[in-house]
């Protein structure tokens, strides 16, 4: 059958697996899992390395449905763009792997998919509906929101500030055994900032902390131009010979 074009709807059900093995694959929305009648059953979206995946609906991407699940399988890598994720079936499954999500527009992540490895938004607000682990990096074209619940978000990755990011009272916690980069055109602004992680934390854009910084282990490095300001309220924490800042801080009083 003749590949799907941006206008045509996709439907993966009956105990089937769809692989994307192209770079130019596209379709309005797809459907893993579905059921409608005699079309029913679950289904699985894999993606191998390379692949890529435009989805251009409003509708996205769905997974499950209420009677069947849906698997949406990256652990080989890919990248599938979208304006949005929902998940009917919680029993669904979505394997992070090494690919990369890139949101397109208004959005919430889905509160059953916890872990990602890549993500972008490259427009509209995504907003969390859970706390999340980020294994990869993240890149914000558009804006990240931690939601009025004020969700937390553990990264492993390089932090890209490109767009708007809504701290509110969500912490974020700069993990894992590799160096990071918070950067990007934009400074960030963080409610609660937490350094974990055996290596450091390297600034190539401004970070202003409103209220909690906590050095558990790690060293964040700044510079003259990019810099750690701490604000008034601020409550510091931790700190160590393995904990610390190397660098220029802004301390700012009332």
Known sequence: SPQPTSSDNIYVYNDAELTVDVSTAECASIYIGYESGPYKGEGTLEFVKNSQLTVFSVNGVTVGSPSYEGELNMDKGGTLNTPSINVINANSEFKAGKGTLVFTGNNTLPDEFLVYNHIIINGGITELSANIAINGNITIAGTL??????REISINGNWINNGAFISRNG???????????????NNTDFYSFEMNKKKGVFLSAGVNVYNQLELTEGILYT?????????PLTVTL??????YIDGLINIETD
Do not use: M, R
């Open 238 to 243: 931790g700190g160590s010979d393995e904990s």
């Open 145 to 150: 929101d931690v939601s009025p619940l004020s």
């Open 223 to 231: 510079d003259s131009i990019n810099y750690l300001t701490i604000k």
């Open 171 to 185: 912490k974020v916690i700069f993990a894992g055994g590799k160096n990071q980069v918070i950067g990007g055109s």
